[in-house]
């Protein structure tokens, strides 16, 4: 069954201490691997797709990285903006399939200034 | 920027009621999807939409659940005889591509059954 596992299930920060969210997951062929942001009453914002082991992508204090079993989601000196829950996704490989996502229950990051 | 428009963003139904929840997806997106987040739970797949028929649908889609593109901008997931269960968020989120994709959510209709 795929299956995506994100850790911590909280993380608190002080602004500038940098930290690393960790999903790790278990798929029958990955299509792709996304992060999204979600503020509180809000919609999932997509932040990255990673679709290969060894991928890297970054935006501004955000670095998302992937291997064959996890993905991290880098942040470098936060800012409180940056408090939010962190989601993280994936699609599988699969016949039919138009490309629905299974998510983990999310890391919901708090930055106090 | 483009967004996915949901209407209401609160709707309050009593049970055994017929609810409709309404998108509006950005206009030049195909793949359109409905999700739904109970509280405090993941954000689960409920349905996904192309060519103007279902493309796939989760087990929680049962014969309650039914969606419908009426006209060439709206996308509306309708549940018949709600239960309490069904209390949740539901996004709505549309794409221009299908798998391998991401796509964009709307902010979401909290869903109250009481």
């Known amino acids: 069954e795929d299956q995506v596992t994100q850790s911590p299930e909280a993380l608190r920060l002080q602004e500038g201490e940098s930290s690393s969210l960790n999903c790790s997951y278990t798929?029958?062929?990955?299509?792709?691997l996304f992060w999204y942001r979600q503020d509180p009453g809000k919609g999932p914002e997509f932040l990255f797709t990673l679709y290969s082991a060894g991928e890297e992508k970054e935006k501004e204090r955000l670095k998302a990285t992937l291997t064959k079993k996890e993905s991290f989601l880098h942040i470098t000196a936060p800012k409180p903006e940056d408090s939010a829950t962190y989601l993280c996704?994936?699609?599988?490989?699969?016949?039919?399939?138009?490309?629905?996502?299974?998510f983990g229950k999310g890391t919901k990051l708090s930055v106090k200034p | 920027e483009p967004e996915v428009t949901q209407t209401p963003s609160h709707q309050v139904t009593q049970m055994g009621q017929e609810v409709i929840l309404r998108c509006v997806p950005i206009?030049?997106?195909?793949?359109f999807y409905w999700y739904r987040q109970i509280l405090g739970q993941k954000v689960e797949f409920l349905v996904s939409f192309y060519n103007n028929e279902i493309s796939e649908k989760s087990e929680i889609f049962d014969d309650q659940f039914s969606v419908e593109r009426p006209d060439g901008s709206n996308f509306t997931l309708k549940i018949r005889s709600t239960k309490l269960e069904d209390s949740a968020m539901y996004f709505c989120a549309s794409g221009t591509g299908g798998s391998g994709y991401g796509y964009t959510f709307g902010s979401g209709t909290r869903l109250t059954v009481v």
């Open positions: 206009s030049n997106h195909l793949y």
């Open positions: 798929v029958s062929g990955l299509r792709g």
């Open positions: 996704a994936v699609q599988a490989m699969r016949r039919g399939s138009q490309g629905n996502l299974i």
